[in-house]
């Protein structure tokens, strides 16, 4: 019994990192547009993550380009459903095996 408590103790007390941005870019003008868009675009991702609203972009279509590691991308085609995540430099399909 005590191995149980200890068991469910550590499960409920750790913290789960498992949505994560980007480092923040680096700043040095914020007069300048492009700066400011980019400042904007990671709040609004941070914003999203600390809400807990995140969602993936659904294709119809395999991806075929070069992501970023573990960035993942829901397939939805003609009753076919796919979780795609790109590991290692390259696509590969989740599976529950």
Known sequence: MKTIIIIITILFTT????L???SPPEFTNLADTNQL????NYLTKLQTLVNGKYNNDVL???P???A?????VTFSSGGTY???IY???DWRIWTSD
């Open 20 to 22: 994560r941005i980007e």
């Open 60 to 62: 119809s279509q395999a």
């Open 64 to 66: 075929d380009w070069v």
């Open 87 to 89: 590991l290692n430099g």
């Open 68 to 72: 970023n590691e573990g960035d993942m």
């Open 15 to 18: 913290n789960a990192y498992a």
């Open 37 to 40: 868009t980019q400042l904007n």
């Open 82 to 84: 796919r979780i795609y």
